[in-house]
């Protein structure tokens, strides 16, 4: 048996989520079916982790185990002629029996996307969230800087957690801000934040509560107090979904000759 594993990016503005659901219509689901008919086998993926409803992926990453003799350089075209469009696999590459997508994971980078001004655009409404006035992007950057590091993130998390602990490391966080658009009256603000994991609706809840700050409705230094109590209550709103995308996870392996490689 081979263990295969690829990237895959994906609008998820149509799926109930990219992990199996009793409703069914969820991005595995629909990469499930198309590898049973590339092989003729039932084909079980394992997820670098969950995307809710309406969130996107860039790099989301799965593997899988097959007999089947298909040429690696051949997989991504095979399989992305049996997905519809809005689904993508763009790298395919052969790894270690021992290789799991989520727990062999070092990183994971998300991306949340805010279009702020008068009008947002009609052409990226699946993937930005709009704000209609300008937000203080100085203030929210100040803020970003106190979520770097190990913390206990109960506050930043959902009640709906199943989750043993609430640490979590937080490597960099960073806010960018994209050009103006004359015709729109406005501009996106990305919100990049890279960890070694994050919890359910986290990144969602971290930016929700930033969203306060650069309206002015908080002070950039609560974000200490808001970590230290440890109560969702004391967060901001979870920010709507489909602002949200997946953009990387990173892996360390040996490569053919035993030195590190990253992918």
Not at 22 to 44: H, Y
Not at 54 to 60: K, P
Not at 96 to 122: L, N
Request: hydrophobic letters at 35%; one cysteine or more; a neutral charge.
């Amino acid at each position: 048996m081979r263990n295969l594993c690829m990237k895959v990016s994906y609008d998820g503005t149509a799926y109930n989520g990219f992990q199996t659901q009793p409703d069914g219509n969820t991005i595995q689901d629909v990469i499930e079916e198309a590898l049973a008919q590339l092989t003729g086998e039932t084909v079980k993926i394992t997820g670098s982790g969950r995307t809710d409803a309406g969130v996107h992926a860039r790099g989301q990453v799965f593997n899988f185990f097959t007999a089947s003799k298909i040429p690696l350089n051949r997989w991504c075209l095979a399989i992305n002629s049996r997905l519809p469009d809005d689904i993508l696999v763009w790298q395919a590459r052969e790894v270690p029996e021992t290789f799991h997508a989520r727990r062999s994971a070092k990183c994971k980078t998300y991306r949340y996307t805010i279009r702020c001004g008068k009008h947002p655009d009609v052409f990226k409404r699946h993937q930005e969230y709009h704000h209609y006035t300008p937000l203080d992007a100085d203030a929210m950057r100040d803020g970003l800087r106190y979520l770097v590091g190990e913390h206990d993130f109960t506050s930043f998390c959902s009640t709906r957690t199943d989750k043993k602990s609430n640490v979590r490391t937080i490597y960099s966080a960073r806010l960018e801000c994209g050009e103006w658009d004359a015709q729109l009256e406005s501009y996106p603000l990305y919100v990049y934040l890279t960890g070694n994991g994050f919890l359910y609706n986290m990144v969602r809840i971290i930016v929700g509560t930033l969203l306060e700050v650069g309206m002015g409705k908080r002070k950039s230094e609560e974000i200490v107090h808001i970590l230290e109590g440890r109560s969702r209550l004391l967060a901001g709103p979870t920010a709507m979904a489909h602002g949200l995308m997946l953009w990387d996870v990173e892996y360390e392996l040996l490569d053919e000759v035993g030195q590190q490689a990253y992918f």
